[in-house]
């Protein structure tokens, strides 16, 4: 049987006090060989004890890193940079999003299986709500993802040998700078869809800004040229 495939889980984390410790203790408890995988937490310029919950989590697979600069892109850039030369794959995790013991598992067989020459991985992502409503948005964002191979949300994978090649995240964007990402791997291969219900993540861009909102916001963003979508910003959901 061939070695599993080594993966490198980088999770930025901004003002992330009440969710990371969740996150981290799912990771912790992943179903898959603890020298296969590794989970680098990117804590930066937070203001509350986001570092401290981190650092509380720390272990032979969960190491805690502190960045002063603020930014998502910046933090996985930092992620990328720390973690192991060993890695075949990165997994960008947000800080809400929940992975099940079986996630490694379930990626490995697929890519070994299926899909051994992908760039990108993205990934079904479900709701921690039980509301209709959360459920029906969430099943329209996972069949736009399945069909369209991009608008990744809170997680997905790159090849790690694309970020040798150059690609990292533009840390001049504040929004949609997830998808540049992945637009920029995808030029290094094939993108896979994962059918898994081993990914969840919490609902609070909605319930704090509203679906309305939300919608009419990237609908308002994406049609923008990559100038600029650099130039807009807007207050992330803490």
């Known amino acids: 049987m061939a070695e599993r495939l080594f993966f490198s889980v980088v999770v930025p984390a901004h003002n992330e006090e009440r969710y990371l410790g969740e996150t981290l203790a799912c990771l912790a408890a992943l179903d898959y060989p603890k020298d296969r995988y590794e989970v680098l937490v990117v804590e930066n310029g937070s203001t509350d004890a986001t570092l401290?919950?981190?650092?509380?989590?720390?272990?032979?697979v969960i190491r805690a890193?502190?960045?002063?600069?603020?930014?998502?892109?910046?933090?996985?850039n930092r992620g990328v940079e720390a973690a192991s030369?060993?890695?075949d794959w990165v997994l960008f995790l947000d800080a809400d999003t929940l992975a099940a013991p079986?996630?490694?598992?379930?990626l490995d067989r697929l890519i070994r299986g299926r899909h051994p020459d992908a760039a990108v991985?993205?990934?079904?992502?479900?709701?921690?709500?039980?509301?209709?409503?959360?459920?029906?948005?969430f099943a329209w964002g996972n069949a736009g993802r399945a069909v369209m191979h991009s608008w990744p949300y809170t997680a997905f994978a790159i090849r790690r040998d694309i970020f040798a090649?150059?690609?990292?995240?533009?840390?001049q964007r504040q929004?949609?700078?997830?998808?540049?990402?992945?637009?920029?791997?995808?030029?290094?291969?094939?993108?896979?869809?994962?059918?898994?219900?081993?990914?969840s993540t919490s609902t609070r861009r909605f319930d704090q800004v509203g679906w309305l909102r939300m919608i009419a916001l990237w609908i308002r963003i994406m049609p923008l040229s990559d100038r600029a979508q650099r130039r807009f910003s807007y207050d992330v959901v803490r």
């Open 121 to 137: 991985g993205l990934f079904r992502v479900l709701p921690r709500s039980r509301r209709l409503l959360h459920r029906v948005l």
């Open 102 to 106: 079986s996630l490694l598992d379930e």
């Open 165 to 171: 090649a150059g690609v990292r995240s533009d840390e």
């Open 52 to 60: 401290a919950v981190a650092r509380s989590h720390e272990s032979a």
């Open 175 to 199: 929004v949609a700078e997830d998808v540049a990402l992945v637009h920029a791997a995808q030029r290094h291969g094939p993108t896979f869809y994962m059918w898994t219900r081993s990914v």
């Open 85 to 87: 030369k060993r890695g």
């Open 65 to 76: 890193l502190s960045y002063p600069c603020r930014g998502v892109s910046a933090a996985r």
